[in-house]
C-alpha cells in the first residue's frame, strides 16, 4: 500500500531533551515536507526537500533541524525542544514539487513540557 | 500577503443534501489548488484538485469550481453521507516556482446530521 508513516504517533517529552520524528514514504516521490499544524494558524510549512541531499527551510524552520539521506526518509529533528513546538506534525510526499498532489502522513502529537 | 481564508468555520447539513463549502484566496499568482479532508486523528487526505486553467473539475460526488476573476474556489458535495463529516481544507500552491509548500486555508467543520 502506497503510504507515508510516521513515528512516534504520540510524544510526551521535557524541554531540551533532542527528539527525532521520522518519515518514510514507499512511493519513490522526489519531493518531501514537514509541516506543522496549530489551531487558527492552520498547516505550516517547517522544512522541505527536492531530492535526496537537497533541503531548504519553509515558513517556520526555526528549533528543526532535517537531513535526507535517502530518498524514502525525511526525519524531523529537535535539537533542544521548548513548549513553542507542542503541535501536531505531518510529513508529506509528492512525486515532485509543484503541481501535484501532495500525500500526508498520519501525524505526530508532540508534547514539550 | 499570502492567505488562504474559508467562509465558514463550521458547516452543518442533513444527510443526503448537496454541502458547498467555499475558499478564498488571495494569490493570483498560485495556479494550483487542491482540497483536502481531514478526519479526526487523520493527516489530510487528498479530494480533489484543479488547475487554474479550468473553472470546474469533477470527481465521484465532488466537484470543484475556480473563479479566478474573484478569486474563490468552492467543493460541492452531493447526497452528503455521514462519512463526509470531517474538516475540509482548501490549499494553493502560491506563486509557481515557490518552495513547492501548499498554502492552506483555515478549515471548515462539515457536520452531516442524520
Known amino acids: 500500500e502506497a503510504q507515508v508513516t510516521q513515528n512516534p504517533r504520540y510524544l510526551i517529552t521535557v524541554t531540551g531533551k533532542k527528539l527525532t520524528v521520522t518519515c518514510s514514504q514507499n512511493?519513490?516521490?522526489?519531493?518531501m515536507s514537514w509541516y506543522r499544524q496549530d489551531p487558527g494558524l492552520g498547516l505550516r510549512q517547517i522544512y522541505y526537500s527536492m531530492n535526496v541531499e537537497v533541503t531548504d527551510k519553509g515558513d517556520v524552520p526555526e528549533g528543526y533541524k532535517v537531513s535526507r539521506k535517502e530518498k524514502r526518509n525525511f526525519p524531523l529533528i529537535l535539537e533542544s525542544p521548548s513548549p513553542n513546538q507542542t503541535s501536531l506534525y505531518f510529513c508529506a510526499s509528492s512525486l515532485q514539487r509543484g503541481r501535484v498532489e501532495q500525500f500526508f502522513g498520519p501525524g505526530t502529537r508532540l508534547t514539550v513540557l | 500577503g499570502e492567505s488562504v481564508g474559508l467562509h465558514l468555520p463550521t458547516l452543518s447539513v442533513q444527510e443526503g443534501d448537496n454541502s458547498i463549502i467555499n475558499c478564498a484566496y488571495s494569490?493570483?499568482?498560485?495556479?494550483?489548488f487542491i482540497w483536502y479532508k481531514q478526519e479526526s486523528g487523520k493527516g489530510p487526505q487528498f479530494i480533489i484538485d484543479?488547475?487554474?486553467?479550468?473553472d470546474k473539475r469533477q470527481g465521484q460526488r465532488v466537484t470543484v469550481l475556480l473563479n479566478k476573476t474573484v478569486k474563490h474556489l468552492s467543493l460541492q458535495i452531493a447526497a452528503t453521507q455521514p462519512g463526509d463529516s470531517a474538516v475540509y481544507f482548501c490549499?494553493?500552491?502560491?506563486?509557481?516556482?515557490?518552495?513547492?509548500?501548499?498554502?492552506f486555508g483555515q478549515g471548515t467543520t462539515l457536520q452531516v446530521k442524520p
Open positions: 490549499a494553493e500552491n502560491g506563486s509557481p516556482g515557490n518552495t513547492g509548500k501548499l498554502i
Open positions: 494569490n493570483s499568482a498560485s495556479d494550483y
Open positions: 512511493m519513490n516521490h522526489e519531493y
Open positions: 484543479i488547475r487554474s486553467n479550468m
